[in-house]
């Protein structure tokens, strides 16, 4: 019954390759995110889809693609890693017009490029 | 433009003892206000939120916040800290509740340690 989850909660891949990591939620949210967490733990938004379509999409290069096949997953999938890429990726979702705009993340995807 | 500032990365104290986690925060707009926990190799978790409802908001395991305009704080605390409390903790700003491509600003994160 988890709300948020993800796969791979570990992918440890080399430079140059391509990876994807999944997310789906259960909760019924029309709002989904993707994340990424430095080292120092620092959290930044990547993307954020509302009901299938892309609403926010930060300062990142565009080797990430977000895709969202119905509004229960989100997906994100990363060409030709670099070793800056190595992260911790959340998934998060919240509902739309609510009023209260929580998140609720997902467990994390530890990225480690070698 | 909105921002949000944790003033402490890291946080000690003595179990029993009194919480205090700072957070400032500037905002454009009526803001909503959240802390979130993070345990080691865990995601986050929702603790509580602010939504210009009630200034003082009670959230989970005994943690509540003030929300002060005139001080733009918005400040975490717990009357008794537990050793399950050592974590991350983080201050988030999103300044229009009602749009879901408002700007959602994390802050830095405050360390929590507990002293046995």
């Known amino acids: 019954d988890t709300a948020v989850s993800q796969t791979p909660k570990y992918l440890v891949t080399q430079m140059g390759n391509d990876k994807s990591i999944k997310c789906e939620q259960n909760?019924?949210?029309?709002?989904m995110y993707w994340y990424k967490q430095d080292s120092k733990k620092f959290l930044k938004i990547m993307f954020s889809?509302?009901?299938?379509?892309?609403?926010i999409n930060e300062t990142v290069p565009n080797r990430f693609s977000p895709k969202s096949p119905d509004k229960a997953h989100l997906n994100l999938h990363i060409n030709s890693l670099e070793l800056g890429d190595s992260a911790v990726y959340f998934c998060?979702?919240?509902?739309?017009?609510?009023?209260?705009?929580?998140?609720?993340f997902g467990p994390g995807t530890r990225l480690t490029v070698t | 433009a909105q921002s949000v500032t944790q003033l402490d990365s890291h946080v000690s104290v003595s179990e029993g003892t009194p919480v205090l986690l700072r957070c400032n925060y500037s905002?454009?707009?009526?803001?909503?206000l959240f802390w979130y926990v993070q345990h080691p190799n865990k995601g986050l978790q929702l603790l509580l939120k602010y939504t210009s409802a009630a200034t003082l908001v009670k959230g989970i395991n005994g943690f509540e916040a003030e929300f002060k305009k005139s001080e733009t704080s918005f400040h975490l605390t717990k009357p008794s800290a537990h050793m399950s409390d050592a974590a991350e903790y983080f201050c988030v700003v999103r300044d229009s509740q009602y749009s879901s491509a408002s700007k959602i600003i994390f802050g830095s994160g405050t360390r929590l340690s507990i002293r046995p």
């Open positions: 905002s454009s707009y009526s803001p909503s």
């Open positions: 998060a979702s919240s509902p739309q017009d609510r009023g209260s705009g929580e998140q609720y």
């Open positions: 909760l019924g949210h029309d709002t």
């Open positions: 889809y509302n009901n299938k379509e892309l609403i």
